[in-house]
């Protein structure tokens, strides 16, 4: 029996009804370690195999499910807090990721779990923003001085805001990766191409190529990858209504080369497509390979290290050198966010911070 159990059930999800009781009792721990669970459900519910589910797992599933539709109901009357909020600035709010997906009704929604809404709002807007979400309960939950000059004078967004009644979490902002990383996309731009939701105004989502270069850009530069494989999920969906129309993967391209991710966005695809089975056409990837500095001789140990981080979701199915892969990723995320000068004091003061909180 493979223990990827979770790999093989995204990959050909029409072998999951004739699974095992015991295969689907690992499938339902690795699906729940990497919050896919309920992103089972929905493709059962689309594909029409759900009722083919033993009746122990399909509870499982069916939990997760309402679960989701939870989450997402918090999400939309979280948002109707948000717009009250900031109605009155007159400025397009973008959201982005999880609460994009879901209050614009993407297919990349179904059964997408997430802890916080993301927002990005003009650079020069910030402050009023901040104000206006303290006005109405959102305070940061940052209260230490090196954290705030971290945020304030590095990150690209504000110290993380909770709601001090419902701890509802808002990360604000100004762009998709901090000044001091090493590509440059443009905040402005991307705020500037987003489309409008005229149903929950003031806010928009980015436009499917931002979105798409958003999603790669969050796996592949923070170094994060505890949710690797979900967010490698969120890019499949993306990505699906492309097809093998040419046009739209040129616009992707173009816009990647315009916006300075175009390393990112072949990282992204070339891991789909190796983890997920994602058919990427071969032009793409080669107009991506072509553009300067997209692919380089260290891609030989850094596609690897993508895969195999984010197959390991769950102990039963972590592939061998997986610690060590989301280590070096988590390093080479720093690294791409700042130089060396600020980012060696900053990590000796989170190490020093963390022994003094376990002394």
Not at 144 to 153: F, K, L, S, T, W
Not at 165 to 175: E, F, Y
Not at 338 to 358: I, N, Q, S, V, Y
Request: net charge positive; hydrophobic share 40%.
């Amino acid at each position: 029996m493979s223990k990827e159990l979770l790999l093989r059930a995204l990959r050909r999800p029409a072998e999951l009804p004739a699974r095992r009781a015991r295969d689907w009792d690992l499938l339902i721990r690795q699906a729940r370690q990497a919050q896919l669970l309920a992103h089972l459900h929905a493709m059962g519910e689309q594909a029409g195999w759900l009722d083919a589910v033993p009746p122990s797992p399909r509870w499982h599933l069916d939990a997760a499910a309402l679960q989701a539709e939870h989450l997402h109901g918090s999400v939309n009357r979280e948002l109707a807090a948000v717009a009250k909020a900031l109605g009155a600035l007159n400025q397009p709010v973008v959201l982005l990721k999880g609460a994009a997906y879901v209050l614009a009704g993407l297919p990349a929604a179904r059964g997408r779990q997430f802890s916080d809404i993301d927002l990005l709002v003009r650079r020069e807007r910030l402050d009023e923003v901040e104000r206006a979400l303290f006005l109405h309960g959102w305070v940061s939950t940052k209260t230490d001085a090196y954290d705030q000059r971290y945020y304030r004078r590095w990150m690209h967004e504000l110290p993380p805001l909770q709601h001090s009644a419902r701890g509802s979490i808002l990360d604000v902002h100004h762009n998709i990766l901090p000044d001091t990383a090493r590509h440059h996309p443009s905040g402005e731009r991307l705020i500037t191409a987003a489309e409008p939701l005229p149903a929950h105004p003031p806010f928009a989502i980015p436009s499917p190529e931002d979105r798409i270069l958003h999603c790669a850009t969050h796996l592949f530069c923070e170094g994060e990858f505890d949710h690797g494989l979900r967010d490698l999920v969120d890019l499949r969906a993306l990505v699906a209504p492309l097809g093998d129309d040419p046009a739209q993967w040129q616009r992707l391209t173009e816009r990647a080369d315009d916006m300075d991710l175009s390393r990112p966005l072949y990282h992204g695809l070339m891991t789909a497509r190796a983890v997920l089975g994602v058919t990427v056409p071969p032009e793409p990837l080669e107009a991506l390979a072509r553009g300067s500095g997209t692919t380089r001789p260290s891609d030989r140990w850094l596609l690897p290290l993508f895969r195999t981080a984010v197959r390991g979701v769950h102990p039963s199915c972590e592939p061998r050198g997986a610690g060590l892969a989301r280590w070096l990723l988590y390093v080479r995320g720093h690294y791409l966010r700042m130089p060396l000068h600020l980012l060696l004091p900053h990590l000796t003061r989170k190490a020093l911070r963390g022994r003094e909180a376990h002394a």
